[in-house]
């Protein structure tokens, strides 16, 4: 176990449905992320929150929309997906570098594996 | 752009050999380079960070090579098994924000007994 807990671990949904991602870090610490992994792909940085607050955006489409309501909590709530947004969806967290060379080693939830049908 | 190149998709070794991963990289002036281990239906698992001024980093029965010049990383396994069987990621970061870390699209290793 990494202290990172994501739920649920598979979800199946319709182009209409609306759900939600859950992640959640026991480390204490100030950074999470979002991350979606296709196959044979590198992971795709979503979005970060520092301290709660969101601080990078990837030029995500407005389908998906992050929440942060504390450091320890993530939402990635879904909707109006595409089959093209299938993936593994990945949550981490780590404490935020304050300078170059201090490390910033996330540690990564089991993710969780999207179908849209 | 920036560009990371693990440059094996898949490779596959016998029990109890070294296994050689490598990482590339243009157009990145990294702090650190990490590498970690990916299980099928699991999220990645750190194993080693290896900074800009190290040239070389063990533990255990792996080791990590950073050649700034080169801008590459080897990762060695040695005496594998197959449990070592994954798939590794390398990553690169360390700027003074927390957003630029970038992986590699990994190297899927199998080690058969």
Not at chain 1, 2 to 14: A, F, I, S
Request: glycine share 6%; proline share 6%; aromatic share 10%.
């Amino acid at each position: 176990e990494t202290g990172v807990t994501q739920t649920p671990r598979h979800l199946v949904m319709g182009m209409t449905n609306k759900k939600s991602l859950k992640c959640e870090q026991h480390l204490g610490h100030n950074a999470m992320y979002w991350y979606k992994q296709s196959a044979k792909k590198p992971l795709e940085l979503m979005f970060v929150y520092n301290f709660k607050e969101q601080t990078e955006n990837n030029s995500v489409p407005s389908r998906f929309s992050p929440e942060c309501p504390n450091s320890s909590h993530l939402f990635l709530h879904l909707h109006t997906l595409q089959p093209e947004d299938s993936a593994l969806y990945l949550c981490a967290s780590s404490q935020i570098p304050r300078s170059r060379g201090l490390t910033d080693t996330q540690y990564f939830g089991p993710g969780t594996r999207l179908t849209v049908l | 752009s920036q560009k990371i190149e693990q440059n094996s998709e898949a490779l596959n070794i016998q029990e109890g050999k070294t296994a050689t991963l490598t990482c590339n990289y243009t157009n990145y002036s990294p702090a650190y380079l990490q590498w970690y281990r990916q299980d099928p239906g699991r999220g990645p698992v750190f194993l080693l960070l290896i900074r800009e001024n190290e040239k070389e980093k063990r533990k255990e029965r792996l080791k990590v090579t950073f050649d700034t010049t080169l801008k590459q990383s080897l990762f060695h396994i040695t005496a594998s098994q197959p449990a070592d069987s994954a798939t590794y990621l390398c990553a690169l970061g360390g700027a003074y924000n927390n957003n630029d870390m970038r992986f590699g699209a990994g190297t899927r290793l199998t080690v058969k007994p």
